[in-house]
């Protein structure tokens, strides 16, 4: 299997299934075997369509006067697949980008639609290859193509933090993100990850904020490097690691993560608290618990117990805990541009999480002990998830008041904060929201 057909392949199953693209796209690379350079090609290909899925769809849109909705999606994927090529990547020759797409379609089951292909491809590469957008006077419909991004999405941003961050929002989605890795300092300490890492060939940077956190540039698989077997590290983003930071667990309490598959905030929270105490790690899926577990395993904590529970039901059985982390199924608004595919979810499905996520916050909050801590997170951006949710339970649960985050998040937001939106406008950061508060 070739680059463009791996990446032809993995595209259309992330648009049958609705599958994560990061999942989708390691599970072709690991099972198929291929140069480092051609699968950094393949991932660079299919990563580029699905940011640009939008812009390279009016493209097609213009140029057959038809809406992608009535193509085929084999045929849709592999001219996104020529656009994107002729466009944004420049050492690609047209030649090989045009010939390319049309041998996808020939070996596919729609090779009658190879000349259709092949036509489509020529008459974009006459008009010079051009990215054309829509009018100036409908700033929604122009910034959803030039940004790739549904016009719901901005108007969302837009509401919450005015058009400006809403446009600077939507730039940040393009692009890959900064990979973070958590050192496990029950096992290694910063310098001896740094140094194993970076003879690996990898590149390496210390984070400048968050105590034992690196931002490393790798495309091949994290699994393969050195020490990840032992356990002296694992991924987890910059703001799941500050997430972890804000509940402030201490040394021999109890902690319930009541959302935690697959694992990261656990882990931090673990090492926090020098594997001394109890974590109880839930998730709603077996297959995730034991993601947990594994996880649990390979960084040798031992104060991490994986079961499976509904966060949105309360267990009697499970007794009271000193903090409590409700990281909430959201919409993922903040973490687009690790996973593309979330920006063309349906409106109406985002709509409905508000009401699961005050299920979850109300429920989480029965285990608070009195006088102790609970936090709420999402990686999202849209205040519908965040501040209104926090403010609705405020309202109805006079027993919690607002707390103030550790001094990390005073250095971070340059105030004393008890709720924090993280955005990759300020910092780099996922796009997160995190707060804390307290049961009096």
């Not at 390691?26 to 660079?44: G, H, I, Y």
């Not at 117990?305 to 039901?313: C, E, L, P």
């Not at 009697?316 to 595919?341: F, M, Q, T, W, Y």
Request: glycine share 8%.
């Amino acid at each position: 299997m070739t680059a463009r057909q791996l990446s032809y392949e993995a595209l259309l199953k992330t648009a049958r299934d609705g599958s994560y693209s990061n999942l989708t796209l390691d599970a072709f690379l690991k099972a198929t075997p291929m140069e480092p350079r051609e699968s950094q090609f393949a991932s660079r290909l299919f990563y580029g369509v699905l940011e640009r899925k939008l812009t390279l769809d009016y493209q097609i849109q213009l140029l057959t006067k038809k809406p992608v909705q009535k193509l085929d999606l084999e045929v849709v994927v592999s001219l996104e697949l020529g656009i994107y090529q002729l466009s944004y990547m420049n050492g690609v020759p047209s030649s090989a980008a045009v010939n390319e797409s049309v041998n996808l379609i020939k070996k596919s089951r729609k090779k009658s639609a190879s000349g259709f292909v092949n036509g489509v491809l020529r008459n974009y590469i006459r008009g010079g290859c051009r990215i054309v957008l829509p009018p100036l006077n409908d700033k929604y419909r122009r910034a959803e193509v030039e940004y790739s991004i549904p016009a719901w999405i901005l108007q969302y941003w837009e509401r919450d933090y005015g058009w400006e961050t809403a446009v600077g929002l939507a730039e940040t989605c393009m692009g890959r993100p900064p990979l973070n890795l958590r050192v496990n300092t029950r096992k290694a300490n910063v310098s001896q990850v740094v140094e194993m890492l970076k003879k690996d060939g990898v590149s390496v940077e210390v984070h400048p904020l968050i105590e034992n956190c690196l931002t490393i540039e790798h495309s091949g698989s994290i699994s393969k490097l050195s020490g990840f077997s032992e356990g002296l590290f694992y991924v987890q983003d910059a703001s799941s690691q500050l997430c972890a930071a804000a509940l402030g667990a201490k040394e021999g309490e109890r902690v319930f993560d009541l959302c935690a598959a697959p694992g990261s905030k656990s882990f931090t929270i673990a090492q926090l608290m020098e594997d001394k105490g109890e974590i109880c790690s839930f998730d709603l899926y077996e297959h995730r618990v034991r993601l947990i577990e594994q996880g649990t395993k390979r960084l040798g904590f031992s104060c991490i117990h994986a079961k499976m529970g509904d966060a949105s039901r309360f267990d009697e059985n499970l007794g009271d805990a000193d903090r409590v982390l409700c990281d909430v199924p959201c919409s993922g608004l903040g973490i687009i541009r690790r996973k593309p595919e979330i920006k063309y979810k349906k409106q109406a499905e985002v709509d409905e999480l508000p009401a699961i996520q005050r299920e979850i916050l109300a429920n989480g909050a029965r285990y608070v002990k009195k006088g102790g801590v609970l936090v709420y997170s999402t990686c999202s951006l849209n205040k519908d998830e965040n501040e209104r949710v926090v403010e609705d339970f405020l309202q109805n649960h006079p027993d919690f008041e607002r707390d103030e985050l550790p001094e990390i998040f005073t250095k971070v937001a340059g105030k004393t904060v008890s709720y924090i939106s993280l955005s990759p406008l300020v910092g780099n950061f996922d796009g997160f929201f995190l707060a804390r508060l307290k049961r009096s």
